[in-house]
């Protein structure tokens, strides 16, 4: 049967995870020609690592990238709390991520509260 | 009264530490995705303050693909204030490049590999100066385009987690399709400048806000 690997990763599985690990854990299943939905997304530090990492594999005639997708992160909470988690540098949480292989996943459309992507296989 | 008292105390004993501390020039860096018009804007302003210029600009992506530096730029705002600072020209930022798209500018397939492992290093290298060199950032973004682009809600999530004073600009406002407004509404939580780098509209708005954010 011909198709394409979606691994669907959890927040637990990911928490138990050191951001190298996770970041090798993305980059070998999407350059395996699979789809890697993350449960939470990574936070920033990581992300950044991911792209700088991304670019360092990218080879000519072979992995091009990925496309990532995430929800805008949720609002901070309005009022005292808001105020509060401000003060104390809590930041909004990533939150469910898709990723794949540039040449083959595109984003069709993002929301607030919907991703909509087409897949190819190779 | 009083308050404009304090505010001008602040500022002069915030020179004076300055100088006693010998603080070092602040490094402000230029992100945004590619063809967003960084160098043009880079270019501007190490034009407009030393009389220099810093690097090429072509509509090919990632003509940009070292970060460069121009040191000792002292920018003045209309309001008298002024900033020392270092400004560092990076490659466009993406997660993605085929040296394919690069051969439909009519780049043969060598030099299209080349630009492409080129860009590639440059991107890590301005994730790198990101995480370790850099003091402030003006985002730059093209005010035609859709600014919801995953690396750009990204971006500014990484610069915000470091804690780096920031600076939004929507570029292109030459152009009819400009529309600056969604910029404001995509980012709300930081300052939005919309300018022109190619012909310099409303550029003073930015180096008065460069020197508040940045001083």
Redesign the interface.
């Known amino acids: 049967m011909q198709g394409i690997q979606i691994d669907l990763i959890s927040e637990e599985r990911l928490a138990r995870l050191t951001p190298m690990e996770k970041i090798r854990l993305i980059l070998d299943d999407v350059k395996k020609g699979n789809i890697v939905v993350l449960e939470k997304g990574l ?3 990581e ?3 991911l ?6 594999e ?1 080879m ?1 005639d072979g992995f ?7 929800y ?2 949720k609002e901070v909470a309005p009022g005292l709390s808001g105020i509060l988690n401000r003060v104390v540098g809590k ?1 909004p949480e990533a939150r469910l991520t898709v990723i794949g292989p ?2 083959q996943l595109k ?1 069709i459309k ?1 929301e607030k509260d919907l991703i909509s992507a087409w897949v190819s296989s190779r | 009264m009083a308050l404009s008292i304090f505010v001008r105390t602040k500022k002069k004993l915030s020179h004076f530490l300055k100088v006693f501390f010998k603080k070092r020039r602040a490094r402000i860096g230029i992100y945004g995705p590619p063809n967003a018009g960084k160098t043009t804007l880079a270019n501007r302003i190490v034009r407009d303050w030393t009389g220099d210029a810093m690097g090429t600009v072509s509509e090919i992506p990632h003509e940009t693909r070292r970060a460069l530096r121009k040191e000792n730029i002292t920018i003045t705002g209309v309001n008298g204030d002024s900033v020392d600072i270092d400004i560092v020209d990076t490659p466009g ?7 394919r798209e690069f051969m439909s500018f009519g780049l043969s397939k060598e030099e299209a ?1 080349t630009r ?2 080129e860009a ?2 440059g ?2 290298e301005a ?2 100066w ?2 370790e060199d850099i003091d402030g950032v003006i985002y730059m973004l093209d005010a035609t385009l859709d600014p ?1 682009l ?1 690396v750009n ?2 971006m500014v ?2 610069i ?3 804690k780096l004073p920031v600076i939004i600009v929507a570029n292109k406002i030459d152009l009819p399709e400009a529309a600056p407004n969604r910029i404001r509404s995509a980012f709300p939580q930081h300052p939005v400048v919309p300018i022109s780098s190619l012909d310099g509209s409303n550029v003073e708005q930015l180096y008065e806000i460069m020197t508040e954010k940045f001083g």
Request: no cysteine; proline share 7%.
């Open positions: 936070p920033p530090e992300a950044s690592k792209i700088e990492i991304t670019m360092m990218i000519p091009t990238g990925i496309e990532m997708e995430t805008p992160a930041r540039a040449n984003m993002k | 930022v993406t997660t993605k490049i085929d040296y590999v492409a492992r590639t290093e991107v890590a994730m790198h990101l995480r919801f995953q809600i990204m999530g990484i915000e987690s470091r």
